[in-house]
């Protein structure tokens, strides 16, 4: 089974602009995995900001993009407020499969 | 506003069984593929099981393949989790989440496997 690395954690000032990344031990994340990425904070369910590399909901504040960033998956966070503190997982496919990266612990300090 | 809502949770003792239902709610599920995700206490997400949009698509994380079985319904906009042959590891939070252009989340069931 694959595995998907993330950073364990970052941190950012409020209003700066940070990268998450997420990347596969398969080789470099394409277009065909398809990459989402999701929100959680303590005690909530997590929540689905971007899916398919690049693709917002309509809850997806507009300070979250989504990319791809040479051989990896990318979230960039531009203009990072207070409320943006939380765990950010990526999920990539594999064909049927699904596989979840350990997280990013953000900080907003 | 769209929802899913999960049920079914508990605890149960190792070896035993237990059936998660999620129902959606102000949106179509059937558009669209359903995970079964789960999050045992203090870790990571974790995926379970994936069904396609007409239900004859499954996938299951070896970790649980051969004892869970996720199915759909698309008249009563459910999804199902049959979980069989529980294991201690199995403990965790479990959330059923639509993919893509659908993107709902439900609240989570917790499951504990204890004797």
């Known amino acids: 089974q694959a595995v998907v690395t993330q950073e364990p954690s970052l941190t950012v000032s409020p209003g700066g602009t940070v990268t998450l990344t997420c990347a596969s031990n398969?080789?470099?994340?394409?277009?065909?995995?398809?990459a989402y990425w999701f929100q959680q904070k303590p005690g909530q369910a997590p929540r689905t900001l971007i899916y398919?590399?690049?693709n917002k909901h309509s809850w997806t504040p507009a300070r979250f993009s989504g990319s791809l960033l040479g051989d990896k998956a990318a979230l960039t966070l531009s203009g990072a407020q207070t409320e943006d503190e939380a765990d950010y997982y990526c999920?990539?496919?594999?064909?049927?499969?699904?596989?979840f990266g350990g997280g990013t612990k953000l900080t907003v300090l | 506003e769209a929802q899913l809502v999960e049920s079914g949770g508990g605890l149960v003792q190792p070896g035993g069984s237990l059936r998660l239902s999620c129902v959606a709610s102000?949106?179509?599920?059937?558009?669209?593929?359903m995970d079964w995700i789960r999050q045992a206490p203090g870790k990571g997400l974790e995926w379970v099981a994936s069904?396609?949009?007409?239900?004859?698509?499954?996938y299951y994380a070896d970790s649980v393949k051969g004892r869970f079985t996720i199915s759909r319904d698309s008249a009563k906009n459910s999804l199902s989790l049959q979980m069989n042959s529980l294991r201690a590891e199995d403990t965790a939070v479990y959330y059923c989440?639509?993919?893509?252009?659908?993107?709902?989340w439900g609240q989570g069931a917790r499951v504990t496997v204890s004797s």
């Open positions: 989440a639509s993919e893509y252009t659908c993107g709902h």
């Open positions: 102000g949106f179509n599920p059937n558009t669209c593929w």
């Open positions: 069904i396609n949009e007409d239900g004859r698509g499954t």
């Open positions: 398969t080789g470099a994340v394409t277009s065909s995995h398809l």
């Open positions: 398919d590399v690049i």
């Open positions: 999920m990539l496919l594999y064909g049927g499969a699904r596989v």
